[in-house]
């Protein structure tokens, strides 16, 4: 069974740091490109950030470049993201996806359950 489980979200105040985690199992991803979503309440899900399958190329949207580092680790499997200088309109359920390399949610394969970052004011 193929699985995408993200971790590292939570409470945090503006001007601080988080680190997300997503971690697959099931099959490899060392092929796909890995992503990141998120999703405010009442909003649709907007994409934050993408790497490619061997890391040489990444794509973020323009709220959170210089904030945001996506990153990658082949060999466990795993995408990260740093997030630091947040603010509060990044309050959302993050989400990490697997396919190709793409800002449009729906041409992404494999997606996690989500996991929510707070950032209070």
């Known amino acids: 069974q193929v699985q995408l489980v993200e971790s590292g979200g939570g409470l945090v105040q503006a001007g601080g740091s988080l680190r997300l985690s997503c971690a697959a199992s099931?099959?490899?991803?060392?092929?796909?490109?890995r992503a990141w979503f998120r999703q405010a309440p009442g909003k649709e899900r907007e994409f934050v950030a993408a790497?490619?399958?061997?890391?040489?190329?990444?794509d973020y949207t323009g709220s959170v470049k210089g904030r945001f580092t996506i990153s990658r680790d082949n060999a466990k499997n795993t995408v990260y993201l740093q997030m630091s200088n947040l603010k509060p309109e990044d309050t959302a359920v993050y989400y990490c996806?697997?396919?190709?390399?793409?800002?449009?949610?729906?041409?992404?394969?494999?997606w996690g359950q989500g996991t929510q970052v707070t950032v209070s004011s």
């Open positions: 099931g099959r490899t991803f060392s092929t796909y490109a």
């Open positions: 996806a697997a396919g190709p390399m793409t800002r449009t949610a729906r041409m992404y394969d494999y």
């Open positions: 790497i490619s399958w061997s890391a040489s190329s990444t």
